[in-house]
T-cell receptor
């Protein structure tokens, strides 16, 4: 089955703390892509990153970093030195080849407190 | 570059009435998606267009929902007749070509069915 699991429903941290959002996936595809999106309180989903299954190198973009591990089927997202503006719901997503499905996880709501 | 446009932003209707949503994707994006996002859940893909053809509509409740993208650019999603459980945010997104590319989302239409 093709599936995305975000087990953390809600996380609260104090500003400047680091936080990691977990994403575990299941897929039958040998080649696949994984995505992270952010949905701030305004509601508009914003693309953050796309990762190809061939590339397991960690990705860093400013305060954001992503750890992709095929061995554990995980694609985790870390925010370093969190800020109040990071407060949002974060979704992990997995498109499936052949069936043209795009599966979103249930999301993790991150609250960063000042 | 203009983003994905959607209208209306909000709509309140009574059950059994009909409603239509409009979406204009980013210029040059071949693929257009309609999602339904129920409060507290991840987006659920309803239909995917590649240019003006339907790629997948397996999760579209075809007895009441319909969608079209006649000229391969903007699209409309219609619900007729609406049910209480259709209350949700309807998101439109576009991507360059297909599921492996990042999607750009519009602000969504919040539908309330009373």
């Amino acid at each position: 089955a093709q599936k995305v699991t975000q087990a953390q429903t809600e996380i609260s941290v104090v500003e400047k703390e680091d936080v990691t959002l977990d994403c575990v996936y299941e897929t039958r595809d040998t080649t696949y892509y994984l995505f992270w999106y952010k949905q701030p309180p305004s509601g508009e989903l914003v693309f953050l990153i796309r990762r190809n299954s061939f590339d397991e190198q960690n990705e860093i973009s400013g305060r954001y970093s992503w750890n992709f591990q095929k061995s554990t089927s995980s694609f985790n997202f870390t925010i370093t030195a969190s800020q109040v503006v990071d407060s949002a719901v974060y979704f992990c997503a997995l498109p499936t080849s052949g069936t043209y499905k795009y599966i979103f996880g249930t999301g993790t709501r991150l609250k960063v407190l000042a | 570059e203009a983003g994905v446009a959607q209208s209306p932003r909000y709509k309140i209707i009574e059950k059994r009435q009909s409603v239509a949503f409009w979406c204009n994707p980013i210029s040059g994006h071949a693929t257009l998606y309609w999602y339904q996002q129920i409060l507290g859940q991840g987006p659920k893909l309803l239909i995917q267009f590649q240019n003006n053809g339907v790629v997948d509509d397996s999760q579209l409740p075809k007895d009441r929902f319909s969608a079209e993208r006649l000229k391969g650019v903007d699209s409309t999603l219609k619900i007729q007749p609406a049910k209480l459980e259709d209350s949700a945010v309807y998101l439109c997104a576009s991507s360059l070509a297909g599921l492996i590319y990042e999607q750009y989302f519009g602000p969504g239409t919040r539908l309330t069915v009373t």
